[in-house]
C-alpha cells in the first residue's frame, strides 16, 4: 500500500505558474511509476503527465501540456512534482496524484493508487 497527498494547488491568473508536488508515503516512490491526472468540473478524469520507475525516470505527457508542465521526482523525499507553467484558464480542474506498478497509456493508465486531489484554478 502506499498513500499519496498532493499539496501546491491555489489560484493563479492565466500565464502564471504553480508547483504542484505529491508525497508518497508507505513504499519508496521509486518502486512506482507515478502520474498527475485532472478532472475538471463536469468532465472526466484526464492524463496529464507521468514518470517511470526506477533510476532511469522516462516522462510522458498529455499533447494539451507538453512545453508548459514539467513531472520529476525525488526519490530521497519519495515525492513528485509538477510544475506548470504558462497556465491557461482550461487547466483549472482538482488535479490528482497517483501511482502504479508501471505506467501504461489508456484505462487507468497502470495506477492503482491515488490521491485525493488538489484543486488549481486558473482565471482569466
Known amino acids: 500500500q502506499v498513500q499519496l497527498v498532493e499539496s501546491g494547488g491555489g489560484l493563479v491568473q492565466a500565464g502564471g505558474s504553480l508547483r504542484l508536488s505529491c508525497a508518497a508515503s508507505?513504499?519508496?516512490?521509486?518502486?512506482?511509476?507515478m502520474g498527475w491526472f485532472r478532472q475538471a468540473p463536469g468532465k472526466e478524469r484526464e492524463f496529464v503527465a507521468a514518470?517511470?520507475?526506477?533510476?532511469?525516470?522516462?516522462?510522458y505527457y498529455a499533447d494539451g501540456v507538453k512545453g508548459r508542465f514539467t513531472i520529476s521526482r525525488e526519490n530521497a523525499k519519495s515525492t513528485v512534482t509538477l510544475q506548470m507553467n504558462s497556465l491557461k484558464p482550461e487547466d483549472t480542474a482538482v488535479y490528482y496524484c497517483?501511482?502504479?506498478?508501471?505506467?501504461?497509456?489508456?484505462?487507468?493508465?497502470?495506477?492503482?493508487?491515488w490521491g485525493k486531489g488538489t484543486l488549481v484554478t486558473v482565471s482569466s
Open positions: 497517483a501511482a502504479g506498478d508501471r505506467f501504461a497509456y489508456g484505462g487507468s493508465y497502470g495506477m492503482d493508487y
Open positions: 508507505g513504499r519508496s516512490s521509486r518502486r512506482f511509476a
Open positions: 514518470i517511470s520507475r526506477g533510476g532511469y525516470s522516462s516522462t
